[in-house]
């Protein structure tokens, strides 16, 4: 690896390691923000999906910004906006602050997810390519998944505004990495902004997850609130679907969804990160406020599964490539389907070390013998030349996978968080059908 191919690739993890975890991080923060703003859980529901919505609307835009105005400077600006956003969470007086400040954080999140691709599609010939997003997709993940752990030990140290404030030094090094360390490459002056696309995204997306979280309210004005706002969301999604077979320059073509082998992977994300980001963001809060844990211990249940994450992510990518990617893109997710459906009574019981950081533990080998092959899996079926389009649709299916967790499964938890063991045996059905989709439709076919 080049000196260049290295600061590409560490620019490239820090930048999009912070937009991951910046995805996660409020989890464990939630009680504590809640009583400093004062916030509903609907509220706090939208601190999370305010950034998710943004992120994942945005995120194909992104990348065909970087290839109208220069990869390295829409980079660059997304770092930036990243930082400058973190700071204005940082000093939010009230909810709809906060919730502002976290959807301009998806934003500069957008700009840099896709850059990350297609920074290092730029900089790595095809033979090193894969390699190169492989150890990508393990950090970033890895990343996401250390954001309530860092939160956790955050919090009990410092107000909930270091959670925000920790990204301004990484915020700072990868900008230095990128203007020193980082070639700029010709821009494609042709290439156009499907600015439509992302505005129905955004009206379509919004509208669809505001109904779910007004549905877990009570009273009946909220209830007409909910199906108003479902079906302008759904009007607009299907707009969405008429714009993009039809615009001049799409920001999701639907080519991309003719390849049966495509559509598995990305209904495997969708299942996969759906249950994955529900448990994310309402464990912690079930841990803390139901049954009193303090942060620091809350998040330490998320050091098993990052530790099993980033070991067998390693070793992921290598499984596929001697038996294909069916087999671990099977028994991975059926992992993680056991381990939420034994959550349940764990979280139940209660034991940190009886109960559940050994059912955390297991549901990191899940996820860590899934990571790398469901990368490998994606580039394998992308259309020639179009593996960072495909890159950025998986990134955008799992990112809407996880606005619709959060929106839809509070009402299953309740603001008290009784049900989580109801939402746990949710999620584990929706790892299983992942699972079974991993077996069917990634089974036949040269590719993979």
Known sequence: ????????????????????????????????????????????????????????????LGGAAGDRYGLRRVYAVGVVLFAVASFACARSADSTELILARAIQGFGGALMVPGSLALIAAHFPADERGRAIGVWAAATSVAAALGPLLAGWLIDRAPWQSIFLINLPFAALCLWIVI?????????????????????AVIGLGGVALSLTLLGEAGGGTRLAAVASGVVGLAALAAFI??????????????????????????????????????????????MLRDGWNAGQTGSIFLGFTAMLAILSRFGGAIADRFGVRLPLTVGPAITAASFAALAPAVAVGGFWTAIAPTMLL???GMGVTVAP???????????GQTGVASAINNA???????????????????????????ALTCSAAAAASAVVGFVMLGEGKRG
């Open 374 to 384: 469901l990368s490998t899996a994606v580039m394998a079926n992308a259309p020639s």
């Open 180 to 200: 020193r360390g980082v070639a700029d490459l010709p821009t494609g002056a042709a290439t156009r902004m499907d600015w439509q696309g992302a505005l129905l």
């Open 363 to 365: 549901m990191g080998i």
């Open 242 to 287: 008429a714009w993009e077979a039809r615009a001049p320059a799409p920001m999701m073509p639907l080519q991309f969804f003719r390849d049966r082998r495509a559509n598995g992977v990305n209904i495997l994300t969708m299942l996969l990160y759906f249950e994955l980001s529900g448990a994310i963001f309402f464990l912690p809060a079930t841990l």
């Open 397 to 423: 299916v799992a990112r809407v996978a996880g606005l619709f967790a959060v929106a839809s499964l509070g009402a299953v938890v309740g603001d008290g968080y009784g049900g989580f063991s109801m939402l």
């Open 1 to 60: 690896m080049t000196p260049l191919q290295r600061h590409v690739l560490t620019a490239t993890i820090i930048g999009s390691g912070m937009a991951f975890a910046d995805g996660t991080i409020v989890t464990v923060a939630v009680p504590k923000i809640r009583a400093a703003l004062g916030a509903s859980l609907a509220e706090m529901q939208w601190v999370a999906n305010g950034y998710t919505l943004v992120l994942s609307a945005f995120l194909l």
